[in-house]
């Protein structure tokens, strides 16, 4: 039995940098493609590369669904949520465009940004989030300029777990004839998200993380009515089709998706993507798991652990991510101590995530941060509290 | 007589052969016969008849196709 397989006897806490364990679906689908399937997808013509196809397609279409979008072409597969990122940022802007983006970015936006601002191609405006880390869609609203190419917003952090009024920066930015790009890594499978009503042009995801497939897997999404041709592919190759000419394909979405897809990874998104949709409560009830888990974690620690600090709110809504240090240790060797004497793994330091925490005011030594999981228990966090409390009162 | 539905991305004639087999129109995915198209990959196996039933259901359905070319297959 591959449950017996799966590792026990660990809390593992670090969700956010990717979900574990993944539902048992998951794992059986990789092995079925890895053992039954195995072939490449749109280039040969036997039943074995159109069964992998099928595989391509539907999981297609279960990210349409997720994302409320009508055509299932729009979905771009890339080996991370950076990838995606990286192809919607570099693919959109041109020489002379203004940029407004937030204080509460993941590097895999920042960094793409920073260099285009660099290379002098772009300017760059960064909203300032207040200390729980909420951008004032009205800040956004007053960056812009004639010149305003995109606004890029990360939806949920990675550092506090919060998320911003996406829908509202989403309108202003419709008003304004401006695209706007939601980094979805934390939010998807978490949050309900509709392209159409948030009014988003782009969007990145991850795939293993809230949608619980294997890591190498991530895409892009493109809104049902926003001009592809409008995004410079990254990469260019072999898609399949058109085989007899030598230019890239302009259609979707082999415009985007040159080289081998990874079928293997795929296989498991679809799985996951599946699982989390159909799940009892669906995502919504994925979102209140979460929340409950985060008040609940913060509640213990507030009261059991002396010199417990939480930056992230237990009033907010969040993704179940919550960042806090113990006073007078470092995070590190918290970190290290819950990993090696209690088994407990979470992530300590900056989380790519430099601006964040100069916004919360924990840069440079950063903090520790739990993610929570669907597979987390109360008992769990009661665990990971009392551990706290005894690294806390040095024992 | 056959017909086959030619489509610029095998990733429309997958999504084109779910969706006609949905409207219960007999069909098979197939590798594209060489003397229609010097691309690779594979195409949407109909029956003749069904040609125009077919393409309505692709239009409506907003999936992108080449052509739909009649031919002599088995
Ligand atoms: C907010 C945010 N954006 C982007 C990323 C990058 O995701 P990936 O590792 O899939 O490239 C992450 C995760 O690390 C993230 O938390």
């Not at chain 1, 997808?41 to 979008?69: T, W």
């Not at chain 1, 790519?352 to 669907?374: D, K, M, N, V, Y």
């Amino acid at each position: 039995m591959l449950k017996d397989k799966i590792k026990s006897g660990v809390i593992y806490l670090d969700n956010a940098a990717t979900s574990f364990p993944k539902p048992e679906c998951v794992i059986d689908a990789v092995v079925n493609y890895m053992t039954q399937i195995g072939a490449n997808p749109g280039r040969s013509g036997h039943k074995l590369s159109i069964e992998a196809g099928q595989i391509v397609f539907k999981v297609r279409e279960s990210i349409a669904a997720l994302f409320k979008i009508k055509n299932p072409m729009n979905v771009i597969f890339t080996s991370n949520a950076t990838e995606a990122l990286n192809i919607a940022i570099k693919g959109i802007m041109q020489e002379g465009d203004h940029v407004i983006t937030t204080s509460m970015e993941h590097n895999s936006t920042i960094r793409p940004l920073h260099e285009l601002e660099k290379e002098a191609l772009i300017s760059l405006a960064i909203v300032q989030a207040d200390r729980n880390g909420i951008i004032d869609p009205k800040k956004i609203k007053e960056a812009i300029t004639v010149r305003t190419k995109s606004v890029v917003v990360n939806h949920a952090s990675n550092v506090l777990g919060c998320i911003q009024p996406i829908r509202e920066i989403g309108k202003i930015c419709k008003e304004n004839g401006v695209i706007f790009i939601v980094d979805c890594a934390q939010s998807a499978g978490v949050v309900p998200i509709d392209i159409n009503r948030d009014n988003i042009g782009i969007l990145a995801f991850a795939g293993h993380k809230g949608l619980y497939g294997p890591t190498g897997t991530g895409g892009m999404v493109i809104a049902d009515d926003f001009d592809h041709k409008k995004i410079k592919p990254l990469k260019y190759g072999g898609t399949g089709s058109l085989s007899d000419k030598i230019e890239q394909p302009d259609f979707l979405p082999d415009r985007f998706e040159s080289g081998t897809l990874n079928v293997a990874g795929l296989s498991g998104l679809l799985a996951g993507s599946q699982y989390i949709q159909k799940k009892p409560g669906g995502i919504k009830g994925i979102y209140l798991h979460k929340n409950e888990l985060q008040k609940y974690f913060i509640k213990q620690a507030e009261m059991q652990i002396p010199g417990f600090t939480c930056y992230s709110s237990s009033n907010l809504p969040s993704v179940g991510v919550i960042a806090f240090r113990l006073n007078n240790i470092s995070v590190s060797d918290v970190a290290q101590i819950l990993s090696d004497k209690y088994e407990i793994m979470c992530r300590q330091g900056l989380h790519c995530s430099p601006l964040a925490h100069q916004t919360i005011g924990t840069f440079p030594e950063g903090t520790l941060r739990f993610g929570f999981g669907i597979f987390n228990t109360k008992e769990e966090i009661d665990t990971a509290v009392h551990a706290l409390k005894s690294i806390s009162e040095g024992n | 007589m056959k017909a086959v539905i030619l489509f610029h991305s095998t990733n429309h004639a997958i999504w084109a052969e779910n969706e006609l087999k949905e409207s219960k129109i007999l069909c098979k995915m197939i590798s594209v016969p060489r003397h229609l198209s010097s691309d690779c990959g594979y195409c949407v196996q109909i029956d003749a008849d069904d040609g125009e039933k077919a393409s309505s259901i692709l239009n409506a359905k907003n999936i992108e196709f080449d052509n739909i070319e009649n031919y002599e297959g088995e």
